[in-house]
C-alpha cells in the first residue's frame, strides 16, 4: 500500500502562485501525477511525472505549472505560477508502483490517490 499526503493548498488572487506537495510513503512508486477536479466536472489530469523524470502537463496549464520530484524523500511537487480563476479546483495527487498499461495522463494509470487539496483563485 501507498499512503499520499498533499499539503499546499489555499486561496491566491490571481496571477499569483501556489506551490504543492505530495509525499508517499509505503512503498517506492515510479510515476506520479497531479490531477483536478472543479465542481459538476470530471476529474482531468494536470501534470505527471515518471521515475526518469519525463514530464507531462495539460494544454492548460503548460506554461505555467511546473511538476517535480524528489526520488530521495518521495515526494512530487506541483509549482502553480500566473494563477487564473479556472484554476480553482481539487487537486488530487496520485501514484503506481507499476505500470497498469495506460498513458500517464489517465486517471486509470495510477493505482493511489490523494484526499485532494483545495486551491481557490480569486479574481
Known amino acids: 500500500q501507498v499512503q499520499l499526503v498533499e499539503s499546499g493548498g489555499g486561496l491566491v488572487q490571481a496571477g499569483g502562485s501556489l506551490r504543492l506537495s505530495c509525499a508517499a510513503s509505503?512503498?517506492?512508486?515510479?510515476?506520479m501525477g497531479w490531477f483536478r477536479q472543479a465542481p459538476g466536472t470530471e476529474r482531468e489530469f494536470v501534470a505527471g511525472?515518471?521515475?526518469?523524470?519525463?514530464?507531462y502537463y495539460s494544454g492548460s496549464v503548460k506554461g505555467r505549472f511546473t511538476i517535480s520530484r524528489d526520488n530521495a524523500k518521495n515526494t512530487v511537487y506541483l509549482q502553480m505560477d500566473s494563477l487564473k480563476s479556472e484554476d480553482t479546483a481539487v487537486y488530487f495527487c496520485?501514484?503506481?508502483?507499476?505500470?497498469?498499461?495506460?498513458?500517464?495522463?489517465?486517471?486509470?494509470?495510477?493505482?493511489?490517490w490523494g484526499q485532494g487539496t483545495q486551491v481557490t483563485v480569486s479574481s
Open positions: 509505503g512503498r517506492t512508486v515510479i510515476a
Open positions: 511525472i515518471t521515475s526518469g523524470d519525463n514530464t
Open positions: 496520485a501514484a503506481r508502483t507499476r505500470f497498469l498499461g495506460t498513458t500517464i495522463t489517465s486517471p486509470r494509470a495510477y493505482e493511489y
